[in-house]
Every structure is written in structure tokens, then in C-alpha cells.
């Protein structure tokens, strides 16, 4: 097949770029032609996702018409699109090529994009897009609150809601995100999901002897990091004994998460964002990975990549997270309905007390980490495709 994708970033940091980096030679290695079509210009200090030779069509460089024209020239037997802020793109795609589009986000299914309430605390939201969402994003806090942010969100989202049943076939990170979008009216018979996989590569290590926490992550509401701060400083005081967080990241949030921690007492090291090495070696001298999100994540490919390494999970059950982490197997699930430190802090207890379970759980996070594999993403996303593009093949 001859693979087209689109995606408007291009070597940018971020999770869409890692995968792309990932699957695009990994089609090229299984004998496909692939090439990307991007919104971005490329830098030279952020190499391309693409294998070496692929053909580039950058529409900051040559203008939207001309990139489109020349991509469709190069002759795709189907294009995969990812994330692109003009949904025009989008369109004049899937009128010329079987289309298929990876829905990262909830994107078209929410306005603010976060699928979340922040007030009175945050919470996952369940409600299919609609004119209802405009009252409930104003008195549940969804988001920015400049009435020209809100309507602009809300009348992109409609777009690319409108545009679901043009697509030959949508792909999602998990079956939560499925359910989402098949609940807000894309075809049941269109939507595919395929897990992520690890984009971190490594070997476990010896555990350390003491019981250490930590966080990987942006550091907004959502993320749940001031639920996890007292769920840890509960679990001190009930061990009876300081327990070691290292929260690893950045955002907004952090400042006052560094004063809750210093005003609870706990023992935290806030370390900014770390490179790839760096993140090896947290996972490394991490006991147990905390992923207190209370949005619904849309996989939450830091537990996968923690158990590359054969660090548990343990996180809100929201979200697609439920289908890499499985409680009592690889970590522990918490209650995400209500979400808690109290209930939290309670798994934290029961991780540090029982070090032989905790171990055996070690095992199995790697385990988990290898079935779900870049060979099985890709042998299943290589079936959508494929099947996409057969009408217009055999044409």
C-alpha cells in the first residue's frame, strides 16, 4: 500500500509525534510506501517522524492547495490522519482517498477537548456532545471561560462531529474511546480500537528496598496530583513511615502541589520534565507508578511504558486505562467515579505492605508492557488500512 500521513505538527515533542516516529518505519519496514502531509514547517533542530526518503508535503511551505494536490499525486491508496487543526484538510481528504483518522483525543466530542468538570472539583464528563454542553461547560468550569474561546471550541467540535461518518474507518487507543465515539454517532462498525504500545525501550532492575512513589506527567487539575499528594502523606502516617514521591514533570499546578506537599509533610523531590534517559531511570528506582488522572485518559501510555521496566500501576479506573492495567495483575484499579485520596491513599498502604505481591506484580507489568507490543499495533492497524483501501485498489 501506498500510505499517506497527515498530521499537523511534525517533530514537535509529544505523545502523536512518538507514534508516528514508531509506526511510520515500522510500515515501510513491512514493504509499504509511506509519506507525510503536514500543517507545520519542519526545523531542522525536529527531525521528521518519517523513515529516510519518505516524501514530505508541507503546506507552511508550499501553501494548503499545493501540498493537498501534490500528497493526492503521489497517488495514496489511503490516507491516515491524525491530529489536524484545520479540518479542511480532513475533508478534501476523504473526498479523494479512503481516509482513515486516529482520534488521540476527544476530539469532536467535547469542547474544551479534556472530556472533564474542574468545578466543584474535577470530574469526568459521560455527556455526548450538544447544545446542553454550552450551560454545563459555564457552571461546571470545562475549561478557558472567554465566551469567544468557548464558542469557538464548540463550533470546531460540531465540525469534526459532522464529519465522523466520511471517515472509511476511525481508530481509537482503547475501547473506552470507541465507546466514545460511537455514543457521539460515528458508524459502530467503523470505529477500531488498537492499544498503544511502549515508546521506551529497557530491562527491569533489581526492586530497591524501600517503597517509592512516582508521578510522570503535566501537572494540571486532571492529572489528580494533589490527590495523590495526600493519598501518600495518609499512607506515611498510617506505615508509620515517610513513603518517597518523585513527581516528574510540569504545568500550572506545580507550584501549589510543591506547597501541599512541604505543608503535609511529604517527603516529595519535584524534578521538572526529564529526557528519555531520564525517565528510564525513574522507572528504574520507582516501586510503584502513580496515575491519579481524574479525566478519562484516553489510554495512559505511562503505566505501559512503566511496566517496560516492571513498575505496577496504580490509577483511577477512568478512561481507556482499565485495558493495560488489570487489578491485582499488574497494579491496582481505584474506584474513578468519585475519585479519592482516602481510597488511594488505601492501595498505597496495601502495595508497600505486601512486597512479594508487589513483586509478582513486577513480573506481570513487564509482561503486559510486551504483549502489547509495536508488532501488534501495527499488524492490526495494517488489517484497517488495508481493508480501507481495498475498493479503491482493486478500481
Not at 507525510?36 to 519542519?42: C, E, F
Not at 499545493?66 to 491508496?77: C, N, S, T
Request: net charge positive; with cysteine; aromatic share 8%.
Amino acid at each position: 500500500m501506498r500510505i499517506l500521513f497527515a498530521n499537523d505538527g511534525i517533530g514537535d515533542a509529544g505523545g502523536v509525534q512518538n507514534y508516528l516516529g514508531a509506526v511510520m518505519p515500522a510500515l515501510a519496514a513491512r514493504g509499504h510506501q509511506v509519506a507525510l502531509l503536514h500543517l507545520d514547517a519542519l526545523r531542522a533542530d525536529a527531525p521528521s517522524p518519517a523513515p529516510a526518503g519518505a516524501p514530505h508535503f508541507g503546506m507552511a511551505q508550499m501553501g494548503t492547495d499545493a501540498a493537498l494536490f501534490a500528497a493526492l499525486a503521489w497517488g495514496p491508496d489511503v490516507a491516515f490522519v491524525h491530529n489536524m487543526r484545520p479540518l479542511e484538510v480532513d475533508r478534501r481528504l476523504c473526498a479523494a482517498v479512503p481516509t482513515i483518522k486516529f482520534m488521540h483525543g476527544y476530539f469532536g466530542t467535547c469542547v474544551s477537548g479534556q472530556k472533564a468538570h474542574l468545578f466543584p472539583g474535577p470530574r469526568a464528563c459521560a455527556k455526548p456532545l450538544g447544545p446542553g454542553c454550552i450551560p454545563i461547560y459555564a457552571t461546571r468550569r470545562c475549561g478557558r471561560m472567554r465566551p469567544a474561546y468557548v464558542a469557538e471550541g464548540y463550533r470546531w467540535a460540531n465540525e469534526q462531529n459532522g464529519m465522523f461518518g466520511g471517515y472509511a474507518s476511525i481508530v481509537t487507543a482503547s475501547r473506552h474511546m470507541r465507546d466514545e465515539y460511537v455514543r457521539n454517532g460515528a458508524p459502530a462498525d467503523r470505529v477500531h480500537p488498537i492499544p498503544l504500545f511502549p515508546t521506551i525501550s529497557g530491562e527491569p532492575v533489581d526492586p530497591r528496598r524501600d517503597f517509592r512513589v512516582l508521578f510522570l506527567g503535566r501537572m494540571t487539575a486532571i492529572k489528580g496530583g494533589d490527590l495523590l499528594i495526600r493519598a501518600v502523606a495518609q499512607a506515611s502516617r498510617r506505615l508509620d513511615r515517610s513513603i518517597p514521591l518523585t513527581m516528574a514533570g510540569d504545568g500550572p499546578q506545580r507550584a501549589a502541589w510543591e506547597a501541599l506537599a512541604a505543608r503535609l509533610r511529604v517527603d516529595a523531590v519535584f524534578t521538572g520534565w526529564v529526557d528519555d534517559d531520564g525517565r528510564a531511570d525513574l522507572f528504574r528506582n520507582a516501586s510503584l507508578l502513580a496515575v491519579p488522572s481524574v479525566w478519562p485518559e484516553p489510554f495512559g501510555l505511562v503505566g505501559l511504558e512503566a511496566g517496560v521496566f516492571g513498575v505496577p500501576s496504580v490509577a483511577f479506573d477512568v478512561g481507556g486505562i482499565h485495558d493495560w492495567l488489570t487489578p491485582g495483575f499488574n497494579g491496582w484499579l481505584v474506584p474513578g467515579d468519585a475519585p479519592s485520596a482516602h481510597k488511594l491513599g488505601d492501595a498505597l498502604v496495601h502495595a508497600a505492605r505486601n512486597p512479594d505481591l508487589l513483586a509478582r506484580m513486577r513480573v506481570n507489568a513487564r509482561a503486559m508492557a510486551e504483549r502489547m507490543s509495536l508488532a501488534r499495533h501495527v499488524e492490526a492497524l495494517e488489517r484497517v488500512l488495508a481493508s480501507a483501501a481495498a475498493p479503491a485498489m482493486a478500481g
